[in-house]
């Protein structure tokens, strides 16, 4: 079974100009496969995928452009991976999955240092360092976490990235298969939601993390944070005499602080999937939830986004698969808040804003609770 292990990473400042210099060479040439596809469509000519492109880079491009020989002095496994990158970017947009690829800039994008195991002694892993080709042993912050190459296991590939002026590494190691949990109690249903993370059909309900006080507090600096990076910008953009470098520090200041919120929001999620899972319940059941209509209304749309319900049911469903435990998705128009879960019977006049639900069978029930035990009870579902 291949799992991926992502720790933060500590470099030397030679290992800094390294990684800097690799995403620099990635991300322009992952703009390149854009701005020569674009270029051919308006001359008329046919769509050129990525090993064509490689072809054309290395014969034509380069012989023809001497100035750019900076690209080769990266590694050629993670340039070549950004130009599939590129190429299933603009696949996905032929299928309609997505739209048009758009350019990668240097501050803003998630350009990512792909690598992978060559022979034997690329890729080596130890308790507090580990080994990348081209790069050398690299130090972690996080010792432990990642399998080390002395126990048998080895790494496939992976990926360095840099995010708030902090890196990272992933690493895909294959690892053996776990045994299927042995189920420990009966069933359990989730409710997601925003005013409540998740409600289980035990009675147990977990926080919107985005309402304490830590929270609050990371975002107002936030917004004024925020204020001050756009008065500098407007100053620079007027002809003030703001200068770039202090504009840098700003911006990464902005940077560093959405990282921590989102930090502390994964790490809530994380923790919350793990106290679901470690009972061991015979199955999961979950609902449907359509986030990308959740986020039209402009009056919920921030809160919906800011609880991470796709992410959730991603990190579960990888989770449950991991540890052999079946999640079952209800029918996606499945009326789990509406329906009494004392009789059955379908409950009229229930609002949105109702934090109860009350049935003529005399059952009185917070509506959360009540979707999660009818999670629990459906007999027509999905397993993912």
Known sequence: MYRSFKVEIDPTPEQITKINKTLGVCRFVYNLFIAHNKERYKNGESFVNGNTFAVWLNNEFLPNNPEYSWIKEVSSKAVKRSIDDADAAFKHFFKGRCGYPQFKKKSRSDVKMYFYRGNSIDCKCQRHRIKIPTIGWIRLKEKGYIPTTDSGLYILSGRISKRAGRYFVSAMVDVPDKEPAVAETEGIGVHLGVKELAVLSSGESYENINKIAKIKKLEERLSRERR??????????HGGETQ???????????QRLYQRISDIREDHINKTIAE??????????????????MVLDRYTAKAVRNQRLREFREKLTAKCHEYGIELRVAPKYFRSASICSSCGE????????DKMIRCKCGSVMKKTLNASINLRNMTAYTVV
């Not at 001050?228 to 953009?237: M, V």
């Not at 379908?346 to 804003?353: D, E, I």
Request: aromatic share 2%; proline share 2%; glycine share 4%.
């Open 228 to 237: 001050k990076l756009s008065r500098k910008l407007e100053c620079k953009k």
């Open 276 to 293: 679901i899972v470690k009972n061991k319940p015979s199955y999961i059941a979950i609902a449907d939830i359509e986030v990308n209509r």
């Open 244 to 254: 770039g470098k202090n504009i840098e520090k700003q911006r990464l200041k902005v």
């Open 346 to 353: 379908a409950v009229k006049g229930v609002k949105l804003s």
